[in-house]
């Protein structure tokens, strides 16, 4: 089969279709999902905080609080502030860094940017009164917004900073949970919320030799700037005169790569599966055209851009970026406003886009080799989607060199560098980009132990999948609420998701404490119904993850039959968002089970 429509040049989908069948079984592996190794034991030193010192000491807290919130990332901050709108004084919230900013404290790599566009993905802007800087706002902003919602909303009153939370269990005589910490606090919160992000626990790969290495070395999400010199603007000063290298070319890499190649004598990147590289067009924000927006512009912003990027063409296209134009051209989606969406129109424009971004591949890099091993061969969204204006421009400098291991991946580490095919390549630094664990299991992923009633643990309960209304609650853990991608809906713009899903959360907090409610908990049939409807759409997805290169939205092409209850929610994130507000509006009545309250 093959198409041509307008001015695309024809696609043979059948040769397509190969291509991506064996650079994807070029890259299975048999120790799948046991490549990686955690920033623990041996590698604990990859895990020290390198933004902050030893923690202060302080005397233990030993406490009752209504609410206690797990992550001080967006997804507790917006848990905070929508809880103090709704009324409710008394929160504690525990973070393991030493202040706000979840994702935003730990990664400050040279060249961080958001890569969904700042007035939709930076939160609470009309409310703090911030504008940010660029379409795309470097990392700082987004961290410093984070501070200020942390003050706008009193958030810093009881927070428990370099703390981890590491087990709660549900005490039936208090009728609230015992929540535990490694700084010895004991605070018995009626209400728990755990806001432990998606992209928390960084990884290594299981290279064999990463210990053995006698240069320095560093995550991505741990950067060491007492050695690199410089801040995440650049001037890394402390690279002149090395030899530095890479590994990882995810959505971290691309950001990083720039700037390194700016100061580092060599930079080599050691790449396994190249990523797409689509364009990106930062440009400053026009302040008069900020000011001018009417009250409530973000909301209709947000929406809109979910809308698009769902490949709903729903009025104008208010953002209009790499992500929004996907599936935005004309003859992608027939006759203009739909609400439906054609799953073979999307599929066309899939693919035309990956050939786009092939093409661009050729046109900027000048190194016929090297641009062959950079052009990516899968379906477009078996990956989060790169988008950067001077990552492929890079690989035209004499200091920088691809070194593409052809979905091997590196070989092995020695105490002088890194070896791939035989070769060895000497370095002084090495920068692991190479991500974080990713939705295996919420308990491994979270290092939390909870135990709920009648001395379950989650992790049992869930033995066999996840198990919970609305990806928030579960049955058997009366009074808490979970964020986190399984069973939840999803969007691209995360924190369009996290807003809905805070404010619902807030709203049933606020309904107990102000009708005097003791717990709340999913009713059977709505968790077991929200289960189906989960399974019953996981199957096109599954269907299409599978034929995936592998990563980690696939498990890295092992997949598990329970993963089917552990994946989000396929109905698209309007139908969910609209589920949520009903409930809001009042029918989470028929979906929780309230019990009187009788507690110390
Ligand atoms: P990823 O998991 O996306 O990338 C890890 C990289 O390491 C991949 O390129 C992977 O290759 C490579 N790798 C792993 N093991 C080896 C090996 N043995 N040899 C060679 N290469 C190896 O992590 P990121 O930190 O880049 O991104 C994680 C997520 O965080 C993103 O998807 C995004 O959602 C979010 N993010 C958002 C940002 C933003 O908004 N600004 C910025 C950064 C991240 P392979 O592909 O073959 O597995």
């Not at 851009?305 to 063409?313: D, E, L």
């Not at 091997?408 to 090495?430: A, F, H, N, Q």
Request: glycine share 10%; proline share 4%; net charge negative.
């Amino acid at each position: 089969m093959s198409s041509q429509r307008n001015d695309e040049p024809a696609i043979d989908f059948d040769e397509l279709g190969r291509k991506y069948e064996e650079e994807r079984q070029k890259r299975l592996r048999s120790d799948a999902l046991g490549q990686y190794q955690s920033l623990s034991g041996k590698f604990a030193d990859f895990g020290v905080d390198p933004n902050a010192g030893e923690a202060p000491g302080r005397d233990r807290v030993v406490r009752d609080a209504d609410v206690l919130i797990i992550g001080g990332g967006y997804g507790g901050l917006l848990s905070g502030a929508h809880l103090r709108q709704n009324g409710v004084e008394d929160i504690v919230i525990v973070d393991k860094a030493a202040d706000f900013g979840g994702t935003w404290y730990w990664n400050r790599y040279p060249g961080i940017r958001c890569d969904v566009e700042s007035y939709v993905y930076i939160p609470l802007l009309e409310q703090t009164g911030f504008i940010p800087s660029e379409k795309y706002a470097k990392g700082a902003e987004i961290y410093d917004q984070c501070q200020r919602i942390g003050e706008r909303f009193e958030l810093y009153r009881d927070a428990l900073f370099q703390t981890e939370v590491e087990s709660f269990s549900w005490s039936e005589e208090r009728q609230r949970w015992i929540v535990r910490t490694t700084r010895d606090d004991e605070i018995a919160a009626r209400f728990v919320i755990s806001c432990t992000g998606h992209y928390s626990k960084p990884k290594l790969p299981g290279i064999a030799g990463i210990e053995s290495f006698e240069g320095h070395s560093f995550h991505t999400s741990r950067w060491d700037y007492s050695y690199t010199g410089g801040n995440a603007d650049g001037n890394l000063t402390g690279l002149k005169g090395k030899k530095v290298g890479v590994i990882g070319t995810g959505s971290t890499g691309i950001q990083c790569v720039p700037p390194l190649a700016d100061w580092a004598e060599q930079l080599t990147l050691f790449q396994r599966t190249p990523i797409s590289i689509d364009t990106r067009g930062n440009r400053p924000t026009d302040m008069d055209w900020a000011r001018s927006q009417e009250p409530g512009w973000q909301k209709e912003r947000i929406e809109n851009f979910t809308y698009w990027t769902s490949g709903i063409q729903h009025g104008e296209n208010l953002v209009s970026d790499s992500w929004t134009n996907l599936l935005s051209e004309p003859s992608s989606v027939a006759g203009g406003v739909v609400e439906e969406v054609d799953p073979m129109e999307m599929q066309r424009a899939e693919i035309a886009k990956m050939e786009s971004v092939r093409r661009r591949v050729e046109e900027v890099v000048e190194d016929e080799a090297t641009a062959e091993a950079l052009k990516p061969y899968y379906h477009y969204f078996c990956k989060r989607p790169g988008f950067s204006d001077n990552y492929l421009q890079t690989f035209n400098r004499p200091n920088v060199t691809l070194v593409d291991t052809d979905g091997k991946g590196v070989e092995r580490i020695t105490p002088k560098g890194v070896v791939v095919s035989g070769k060895e390549y000497e370095l002084d630094c090495l920068v692991y980009a190479t991500g974080f664990d990713f939705m295996t299991s919420y308990t491994k992923e979270t290092g939390l132990t909870i135990t709920g009633r009648g001395g379950i643990s989650l992790d049992d309960h869930w033995s066999h999948g996840a198990r919970t209304l609305w990806g928030m609650q579960t049955r058997g853990f009366p009074n808490f609420f979970l964020m986190s991608l399984v069973q939840s809906g999803v969007s691209i713009n995360y924190n369009h998701i996290a807003e809905a899903q805070t404010a619902y959360i807030a709203a049933v907090i606020a309904h107990c404490i102000d009708k005097g409610i003791g717990n709340v908990e999913p009713t059977k049939d709505a968790e077991d119904s929200w289960v189906d409807r989960i399974v019953e759409l996981s199957g096109p997805r599954q269907a299409f993850l599978e034929a995936c290169t592998p990563g980690y939205f696939n498990y890295e092409g092992e997949y598990r039959e329970e993963y089917a209850l552990n994946t989000s929610f396929g109905g698209g994130p309007h139908e969910y968002l609209a589920l949520l507000e009903k409930a809001i509006k009042g029918a989470f009545a028929d979906n929780l089970e309230f019990t009187e309250r009788a507690e110390s």
